[in-house]
């Protein structure tokens, strides 16, 4: 008998089937009993009323992973689950059998939430990721993934595999991991930044899904050792209203179609609906300050950034007077910006740069390039960074560098904000930070 | 005006259009002169016939960043180029602008092949990846990332981004980049191998295109320091046949759909395209070693592996006897193998491996795993490995791990195999070797 997954039952009532699945919860009442049943479409509920049977499910221990055989029987009303996508079928079983047996499991799995703070959770992350819930989390990322290239593929990017290993550090400044590299210094690229530029000439329009290593020797919500991020560069660009058209599209339709795609996952994570606009509203660093000011009394006429609080009470602007989940911010200090971001012709303070911003978090950063080679020569000294540590980068810029710009979206940022998660970490299946790699430096040092 | 794609000229015949891309080849003849223009899309002629065109297009030099304002012409019938797409129309240009000036390119780039040595072409790879037979390498190669991922949602896989920074070394051995992770030892991942495992209890199924580092102090024309691999693995498995179908499935279905679809690169590069059998013939190491005893007379009675001598030479009987540029191999050594490959319980000298060879070359590695998690741990200390460095990867082992295995494609190898090509770091935007991270080390101590 072939496999029949869980999902499936539906369209095999009254049917005999196979099914593979791990026990979730189990409830024995002596002559009868039940277990729920996950497989990776679904949970279904599993029961038994002969002796062998009940003898069987009352043997298991949560997690087991089992094999059933049984009869798909449509539930009685008075019985039907409406809290689950197979609540109006159970499976009456012939046969359980054990396929793999575990250990007992180091905190209950079998409720709605696992009540239990981030570090037990992550202590144990090979455990918690089981969780029905908290593995939802990752489809939603997966289908994020999935739409950010489509959008990608819409604008008529090329894929890209860039390195992750370079011979300089990205930014030019501190916060990068070094490796021996054959007796060599080498770094791990904190984004791929350099490379999709370096493309730009080659395939006008590029995208990746690549690593970023940022060896920020602090713990927040929002940072990671290892992320992932998501790029485009775009090439003969002829305005830097390209560069917005082009970064509101790829935001707004990404998250607007895992949203409808996981309708069910956000209901579940209790989050509403993402308010997509027709018109992303766009405001500069200044105008945005300049509302929040006024809305909070603080006086902001100082700052060269958003802190978090800006950018949570400027996102409470345009949800309320935009009716947008969405806000572009632009034109961030020169000063505060990479050595590759173009500062504005009208005003070289500020730089062609912009944020997005999603119900209070910047979940993309970009800007148009500085393309002329003699001219980002001049920007890496004033910034301090060695043009001799990017012969190749610079190669690119000598023979016909267009204008063009780019974009990046942290990957578990966006997934983080879509389910509103309280810590990036739990966007991210296995996080890296400065204090874990899996298991806690403290904790091995043991 | 907006811009127009050089494609997209054969449907604007007569029209005045807007073209952006780079000058290859520029021909002048006094009155008249003219330029090959290359865009994202394709490569179309340019002509000028007025004085003040004629000067532009003369002033051009190869690699130019253009704009081009002009009439799409349909040409005479002799002047037909039925070499080239856009060779029936060609664009009588009104305006040349130059919108980024090249320096002088360092060798031609207006021919049909780069006529260089590989060691020159990587010397200068932000030039040499701008060739327009070179960059359709990383066209063929965005298409088998993207035909692997449709393969694997086929099987219904979910997508993962795992870690590559690590505590323990993936395959236990040597060959690991070490880094520096905030003050502790740190490894890059040698595959996503582990991660990949781990979440087969999360998701059953899934899939990964993910950065594979090797420090092998060798030279190549097979290995890269930093791979791309693509890896599925394939939980509740009720065969070691049913990873054999899951493998030959994605390796035939992905290079199947690529070469149709880019059949006019493979023509380019003088490939024929790839014999995709029905069925994928399947020898066991012995079965394949006594195949090629016998048609080369060498003995490969002592031997525990396949050379790239013997791989070639299966790869020709499977061509000769089943017209197949496939075979998959099996049943390799163990002790051949990592530690968490699956001794084959029938005779535990061999096990439940496989390699998939593609015209000469293996192109794919797996095998079903060991997912019992005592016989894991014995495993381990077999092979030397600490199970104390894989704490994290062990605890997926106690909560319900299922039979299961997967398999890892190399893609710049699979790219290389495509199209033919002599040496893998053509197949590698960037390649990282031991003797260069982009540029050589010998040349930085200059």
Request: charged letters at 30%; a negative charge; hydrophobic letters at 35%.
């Amino acid at each position: 008998m072939s496999r029949t997954l869980a999902k499936d039952s539906l369209e095999n009532i009254g049917k005999k089937i196979k099914l593979f699945g791990w026990a979730i919860t189990v409830r024995s009442h002596g002559k009868i009993a039940f277990f729920d049943l996950r497989d990776r479409s679904g949970i279904i509920q599993i029961g038994g009323f002969s002796p062998s049977v009940v003898e069987a499910i009352s043997a298991l221990s949560q997690q087991d992973a089992v094999e059933v055989i049984g009869t798909v029987k449509k539930r009685e009303e008075k019985y039907i689950n409406k809290n689950t996508p197979l609540g109006e079928v159970e499976v009456e079983a012939s046969e359980v059998k054990i396929v793999s047996k575990a250990e007992e499991v180091p905190f209950d799995m079998g409720g709605k939430d696992l009540p239990l703070e981030l570090p037990t959770l992550l202590d144990h992350r090979s455990v918690s990721l089981k969780h029905p819930k908290v593995l939802k989390i990752f489809q939603v990322q997966a289908g994020l993934a999935e739409e950010f290239r489509n959008a990608a593929k819409k604008l008529d990017c090329t894929e890209i595999f860039v390195p992750t290993i370079a011979s300089g550090a990205t930014e030019g400044g501190a916060d990068v991991f070094e490796i021996d590299y054959y007796g060599n210094k080498a770094f791990l690229t904190q984004s791929p930044q350099l490379y999709k530029q370096m493309l730009v000439p080659v395939f006008e329009r590029v995208f990746t899904i690549a690593k970023a290593y940022r060896a920020e020797p602090s713990v927040t919500t929002r940072h990671l050792s290892e992320a992932t991020q998501m790029d485009i560069e775009i090439g003969f660009i002829e305005s830097f209203e390209d560069l917005l058209n082009a970064l509101e599209f790829v935001g707004t339709e990404m998250i607007k179609n895992v949203s409808e795609k996981h309708e069910d996952i956000l209901k579940e994570f209790g989050v509403e609906k993402p308010l997509v606009p027709n018109v992303v509203p766009r405001l500069t660093l200044r105008e945005a300050q300049k509302i929040v000011s006024k809305r909070t009394g603080r006086d902001l006429s100082e700052e060269l950034d958003l802190n978090p609080d800006d950018e949570a009470e400027i996102c409470k602007w345009a949800k309320e007077e935009k009716k947008s989940d969405f806000v572009t911010i632009t034109h961030f200090p020169t000063k505060k910006r990479a050595f590759y971001t173009m500062p504005d012709p009208k005003d070289s303070e500020y730089s062609l740069s912009y944020d997005l911003l999603f119900r209070g978090l910047e979940i993309l950063s970009g800007s148009q390039r500085v393309h002329e080679h003699a001219r980002l020569i001049e920007r890496m000294k004033e910034k301090g960074v060695d043009p001799k540590n990017f012969g190749m980068y610079l190669m690119a810029f000598k023979y016909g560098m267009p204008p063009e710009g780019g974009f990046s979206f942290g990957l578990e940022r966006v997934t983080m904000k879509v389910l509103e998660l309280s810590n990036v970490r739990e966007a991210s299946l296995y996080p890296r930070d400065m204090e874990r790699v899996d298991e806690r430096f403290s904790k091995k040092e043991k």
